[in-house]
């Protein structure tokens, strides 16, 4: 089965520095989803990632999946408190199977 | 637009008790989904809808979960008797057809935060 790992589990960075938040699949995905979730609140859609290479930016938060379509990382320039949250990367292993998510990684950003 | 409704957001109940989760997916969107996410873990999937057809329901606990889609739009689920393991949060998600590939974007409710004491 599909399984997603995410690291760090957890991050704490101040105000205005930058991030990176990975994901690594053990097969090869055929899509890749990063999603922002608030405590007590549902999860919000980021970005999708389809093709081996391919980096989408939005604002200031840029992800990239890696040629083998195995890996993924979100990276956020110049942190701010809104950013904070937990970050789940979700994939669509292939065709026609359900949707999976990593376990998350729960950011904090110190004014 | 709005969005994915689900209801209610929180609900206290003693164990053995029944309990029942609804969820209005956005209009049009014939694919609905049912996560459950303990804390600090990702979303889970209990059940996914086509539909009314439930496609794919291996991982609900059919002992004591049930769930319904009637006329393929509101979705019911419901959990009897409960137990203090089944505290968590119950998310529903609804997206387009699921039967084209990509599964493209998930759009999910607030969620359903249970308590069993």
């Known amino acids: 089965s599909q399984e997603l790992e995410q690291s760090p589990q957890s991050l704490i960075v101040q105000e205005g520095k930058n991030l990176t938040i990975n994901c690594t699949s053990s097969k090869t995905l055929y899509g890749l989803y990063w999603y922002k979730q608030k405590y007590g609140e549902g999860l919000i859609f980021l970005m999708m990632l389809q093709k081996g290479g391919e980096e989408k930016s939005h604002e200031k938060i840029t992800a990239k999946l890696d040629e083998k379509k195995q890996q993924s990382s979100l990276h956020i320039t110049a942190s701010q408190p809104s950013h904070a949250g937990i970050y789940l990367c979700?994939?669509?292993?292939?065709?026609?199977?359900?949707?999976?998510f990593g376990p998350g990684t729960r950011l904090s950003v110190l004014p | 637009e709005a969005g994915v409704v689900q209801s209610p957001r929180y609900k206290i109940i003693e164990k053995k008790q029944p309990v029942a989760f609804w969820c209005n997916p956005i209009?049009?969107?014939?694919?609905l989904y049912w996560y459950l996410q303990n804390l600090g873990q990702g979303p889970e999937l209990l059940i996914r809808?086509?539909?009314?057809?439930?496609?794919?329901d291996s991982q609900l606990p059919k002992d004591r979960f049930s769930a319904e889609r009637l006329k393929g739009v509101d979705s019911t689920l419901k959990i009897q008797p409960a137990e203090l393991g089944d505290s968590a949060v119950y998310l529903c998600a609804s997206s387009l057809d699921r039967s084209g590939s990509p599964a493209g974007e998930l759009f999910f409710g607030e969620g359903s935060r249970l308590t069993v004491l």
């Open positions: 979700g994939a669509d292993p292939y065709y026609g199977q359900n949707f999976v």
């Open positions: 209009s049009g969107h014939n694919t």
């Open positions: 809808y086509e539909n009314e057809e439930a496609v794919d």
